[in-house]
C-alpha cells in the first residue's frame, strides 16, 4: 500500500477530532434545501425532535407549500432568513452535495448543514439512509479499512476508498462532485478478462433489464440469469427480455444465504432494503441452490445492502467458476470494509478494484477479477 494513503487514512480520526462540532442551534427556526422524500423525511424528524423548521427552499418550486410549510425560491429566501440554520435536504447520487452547498452559500446561506452533519443526532428518527451513519462507525474500523485497502490491486481504487470515508465524515466534502472516467460495471477491469468470449451473466438485482442489456451490448452473452424481487420491476423485465428474442432467464427472487421470506422496505428516494419492519415480503435465495452445478463467468450484486449474504450463498459457485464479480459497494457504511474482506477470503488470486461511478459515493463498485480462468 502506498504510505501516504496509509497516513491519510489513520490522520481521519484526529482531523475529525479537529474538526468544529456541528450541531443545530436550539430555538433557531431551520430552512430545508429540497423537497423531495428525503427533505420532507428530514422535516418530519427535526420537527419530532423539537426543532421549529420554517419551510422549505428550492430553485424553482413547483408547489407552493409542502407538508403544511411554505416552499421560497431564492429570491424569497435569500434577504431575510441568511443567517437561519440551512439543512441540505437532498441526498441521492445526481446532485453532488459540495455543488448543492456551494449553490446555497452563493444565495447568502450562512450555516449550512450536510445531511452527515444532522445524521448523528436524528438516526434513530430517520433510520437506514444507505451508507449514512453517526461518524464512530467509521473512525472505530479504521484498521478493518485499513486490511480492506491492502486487498486492493491499485492505488486508484486504495485512494478512492479513503476518499469515501473521508467525504462521509464530512471532510473531503469535494468529493461529492468526483467520478471515475471508466463505466459502471463493464469497462476494462471486467470486460478484458473475457476477450472476445462468450460468457455466461448473473444479475442479482436485475431491476428492469437494463444492465443486462447494456452488457449484450458489448460483449457476447451466451446465457444469463437475472434476479428481481420486486413485482413491478420483474414484470417489466421480462417484457424487456422478451422484446429482444435473446435467451435469459428471469426468475423474481431476490439473493441471500438461503431460501427465505423476507420483510422489505421500498425506502424514501432512493432505492430500497431488507427490513424487520418492511411493508412487503420478497422470496430470496441462495445462488447455490438455485444454480447448482452450473458455470458462470460474471456475476453482478446490487441487491440493496444484501450483497454480503448473497456472497455467502454463492461460495461454492465462486470457487467453481472463478466468474468476474462487480458488487455495490454503497448500500450500508460497513460495506466499504466488510465486502472485500470477505470476497478476498473466498476468492484466490484475484485482483481487486474500487471505482466511484456516480456523485457522493452512491454507487461505488468493487471488482474481483481472476488473474488466470
Not at 282 to 300: N, S
Amino acid at each position: 500500500m502506498a504510505p501516504s494513503v496509509l497516513k491519510e487514512l489513520h490522520s481521519l480520526p484526529q482531523r475529525y477530532a479537529n474538526r468544529p462540532t456541528r450541531d443545530l442551534p436550539e430555538g433557531k427556526s431551520i430552512w430545508i434545501f429540497g423537497t423531495g422524500q428525503f427533505g420532507r423525511d428530514l422535516c418530519v424528524a427535526l420537527q419530532n425532535t423539537a426543532h421549529p423548521v420554517a419551510g422549505f427552499v428550492e430553485t424553482k418550486p413547483s408547489a407552493a407549500q409542502v407538508i403544511g410549510l411554505p416552499v421560497l425560491n431564492w429570491q424569497q429566501w435569500s434577504p431575510t432568513h441568511t443567517a437561519e440554520p440551512l439543512c441540505i435536504g437532498i441526498f441521492n447520487r445526481g446532485m453532488p452535495l459540495d455543488q448543492l452547498e456551494a449553490l446555497a452559500r452563493q444565495h447568502g446561506a450562512q450555516d449550512v448543514f450536510l445531511p452527515w452533519d444532522l445524521y448523528r443526532s436524528l438516526r434513530n428518527q430517520m433510520g437506514w439512509r444507505f451508507w449514512l451513519s453517526e461518524p464512530e462507525r467509521i473512525l472505530d474500523k479504521t484498521q478493518s479499512l485499513a486490511a480492506a485497502l491492502e486487498c486492493m490491486d491499485d492505488e486508484v481504487s486504495q485512494r478512492c476508498m479513503v476518499n469515501i470515508a473521508a467525504f462521509r465524515l464530512g471532510l473531503n466534502t469535494a468529493y461529492g462532485s468526483f467520478q471515475h472516467p471508466e463505466n459502471q460495471y463493464f469497462n476494462p477491469l471486467t470486460l478484458n478478462a473475457f476477450q472476445s468470449n462468450a460468457l455466461r451473466f448473473v444479475d442479482g438485482g436485475a431491476y428492469n433489464g437494463d444492465t443486462y442489456l447494456e452488457l449484450c451490448s458489448v460483449a457476447n452473452v451466451q446465457k444469463a440469469y437475472l434476479f428481481e424481487p420486486d413485482g413491478e420491476n420483474f414484470a417489466q423485465l421480462t417484457k424487456n427480455v422478451a422484446q429482444t428474442g435473446r435467451m435469459a432467464q428471469c426468475l423474481p427472487l431476490g439473493l441471500s444465504e438461503s431460501h427465505q421470506i423476507l420483510s422489505f422496505n421500498a425506502g424514501s428516494g432512493e432505492g430500497a432494503a431488507i427490513s424487520e419492519n418492511g411493508t412487503s415480503h420478497i422470496a430470496v435465495a441462495a445462488l447455490d441452490d438455485v444454480l447448482t452445478g452450473c458455470i458462470v463467468d460474471f456475476i453482478k450484486l446490487d441487491v440493496e445492502g444484501a450483497e454480503l449474504r448473497a456472497l455467502q450463498g454463492a461460495q461454492k459457485l465462486i470457487h467453481r467458476s472463478r466468474p468476474v464479480l462487480a458488487l455495490s459497494l454503497y448500500h450500508c457504511p460497513q460495506d466499504l470494509w466488510e465486502l472485500p474482506l470477505a470476497l478476498s477470503s473466498m476468492c484466490e488470486d484475484y485482483r481487486f478494484h474500487v471505482r466511484q461511478h456516480y456523485f457522493n459515493s452512491f454507487d461505488s463498485v468493487l471488482y474481483a477479477v481472476p488473474k488466470h480462468r
